[in-house]
């Protein structure tokens, strides 16, 4: 069955600190993956996107992800965190087979950012 | 272009009532899912409508259904709420060719 692990319920990092966020997945194929981040109280905001081709993808907001096929990992990374980016942060694999556009989010990170 | 737009943003119903919840994507999309985010089950996948017709839906009881218009807006319904349907409905819209869903800010239901 396809799904996506976490492990970091909760990271703390100091303000200027670099940051590293960690996604496993379990899938059949290649799959599509994504981050988004959620302030309190919104939406999910689209951070990066891997679909295929290159395996470092360059995101919005600084952050970037690397596609490790032997590893199953697609972790977030951010050189210098701005306190701006606490937030929560979910990573996802998705659509299935027939392009059913159907996510499967991982449980999130939630960053805090001191300063 | 317009992000996706959720209404109402906040919602307050009893026990046993039903509710009607409204998405309305972003323009040129056609397909729209929905989502549930609770603390306790994290963000599950509700169902998907494309061109009006139901393509996939997650393990939820029949008392959560949806519908898409010839315009692609969608609703989606819950009958007889329980407790437990308190949470934060998201819904996301996306290009057919497109596997990125965009979200919208959500509508948070709070059932007493």
């Known amino acids: 069955a396809q799904s996506v692990t976490q492990p970091d319920i909760h990271i703390t990092v100091s303000e200027g600190a670099s940051l590293e966020l960690r996604c496993n997945y379990s899938y059949g194929a290649t799959p599509y993956l994504f981050w988004y981040v959620q302030s309190p109280g919104q939406g999910l905001q689209l951070l990066l996107k891997y679909f295929s081709g290159d395996t470092l993808v360059q995101g919005i907001k600084g952050f970037e992800a690397e596609f490790k096929r032997s590893q199953s990992s697609f972790n977030l990374r951010k050189p210098s965190v701005h306190w701006s980016d606490a937030a929560e942060y979910f990573c996802a694999v998705g659509p299935f087979s027939g392009g059913y556009n159907k996510l499967i989010f991982g449980a999130g990170t939630r960053l805090a950012v001191h300063p | 272009k317009a992000g996706v737009t959720q209404t109402p943003r906040y919602l307050i119903k009893t026990r046993g009532q039903q509710v009607t919840l409204s998405c309305s994507p972003i323009s040129g999309h056609r397909s729209v899912s929905w989502y549930q985010q609770t603390p306790g089950q994290g963000l599950q996948f509700l169902f998907e409508?494309?061109?009006?017709?139901?393509?996939n839906k997650g393990n939820f009881p029949g008392r959560f259904s949806g519908r898409q218009f010839s315009n692609s807006r969608s609703e989606m319904n819950v009958s007889t709420l329980e407790l437990g349907d308190s949470a934060l409905y998201l819904c996301?819209?996306?290009?057919?060719?497109?596997?990125?869903?965009?979200f919208g800010p959500g509508t948070r239901l709070l059932v007493l």
């Open positions: 996301a819209s996306s290009n057919r060719g497109e596997e990125t869903q965009y």
């Open positions: 409508y494309f061109s009006e017709t139901q393509r």
